[in-house]
């Protein structure tokens, strides 16, 4: 196999440097910023076709799943439910006392603007 170009022989240097400046052309004129920039009406409409495509079977993929999958997350639901009432029970039972003077307070200090 022959990597490097002096290993061809004179007719096959030609037709080597040709390809290669063939690819060379070919990738100037491929990403010119023009090109990265603004690609063209035809090339947008593919690019917002394919993305619509893609969205549009994201899009129904996950509304199937949710029809079909009707279970749900009871389990963690419960389970925030049950730690979010015994905080509240264990802070009401500590704090009941300083939160009864302080609603006294409020409530005597307002009846004293009157």
Known sequence: MKIRRSQYSPEEQIE??????????????????????????????????????????????????????????VPGWVLVVLMTTGLVTAIWTLAAPRIQSILRTSLDSMNNIR
Not at 21 to 37: A, M, P, Q, Y
């Open 16 to 73: 080597f440097d040709r390809l290669v400046g063939n690819i060379k052309r070919h990738i100037r004129e491929s990403f010119t910023l023009k090109k990265l920039i603004n690609p063209g009406w035809k090339q947008w409409g593919i690019r917002i076709a394919c993305f619509a495509i893609v969205n549009l079977r994201h899009g129904l993929h996950r509304a199937r799943t949710q029809l079909l999958n009707d279970r749900g997350d």
